[in-house]
């Protein structure tokens, strides 16, 4: 009965390639998002979904796309990783915008 | 854009001290979260605390919001306790904006 799950949660791959990250949490929130957690341990916040409409995107390059198929879901796919791609990546969810967030165990993606 | 800064950066303690990690924000927030990310990595919420003060345990936080300021106290520390703490303040304009952490070693 995990409350923010994602899948997977290790990823290793190779430069160019394109992958995808799934995210679902069973709490009945409206607002999800995605967070890159660097080297150094710095969380910056990458996008937030209202109720499946994109409410912030900061400055992601476009090889970043999020889609929210539901309420429940926010998965994260990834055109033609680069090296600098190499993080962890973590959804969250939160009743409301603003409110406060429960986050995902985290998903490390390596890029080769 | 808002600057969110945690002191000490790094911290070691002996099993059984007691210490204050505190986090200064430069701009009203409309919501504070305190966070301890354990050594596998796991984010795990401690405190929701836009003002006032809460307790959890051996945990507690104050938040002075008109101050912009939170203070995070763990009493007794223990082994477990070990990790990186981090503010995480809600700024109005849907963002999220994290601290860079207070790495916490505690030793047996």
């Known amino acids: 009965d995990t409350a923010v799950s994602q899948t997977p949660k290790y990823l290793v791959t190779q430069m160019g390639n394109d992958k995808s990250i799934k995210c679902e949490q069973n709490?009945?929130?409206?607002?999800m998002y995605w967070y890159k957690q660097d080297s150094k341990k710095f969380l910056k916040i990458m996008f937030s979904y209202n109720n499946k409409e994109l409410i912030i995107n900061e400055t992601v390059p476009n090889r970043f796309s999020p889609k929210s198929p539901d309420k429940a879901h926010l998965n994260l796919h990834i055109n033609s990783l680069e090296l600098g791609d190499s993080a962890v990546y973590f959804c969250a969810s939160s009743q409301e915008t603003g409110y406060e967030q429960y986050f995902g165990p985290g998903t490390r993606l390596t890029v080769t | 854009g808002i600057q969110v800064e945690q002191s000490p950066p790094d911290l070691i303690l002996q099993e059984g001290a007691n210490s204050t990690l505190r986090c200064n924000f430069s701009?009203?927030?409309?919501?504070l979260q305190w966070f301890h990310q354990n050594p596998w990595g796991q984010l795990i919420n401690l405190f929701y605390i836009p003002s006032g003060t809460k307790q959890n345990g051996r945990l507690s936080a104050t938040t002075v919001a008109t101050e912009r300021y939170s203070l995070l106290y763990i009493s007794s520390s223990q082994t477990t306790d070990s990790g990186v703490y981090f503010c995480a303040v809600y700024t109005g304009g849907f963002k999220t904006i994290f601290g860079a952490g207070t790495r916490l070693f505690v030793k047996a």
């Open positions: 709490l009945g929130h409206d607002t």
């Open positions: 701009d009203s927030v409309n919501n």
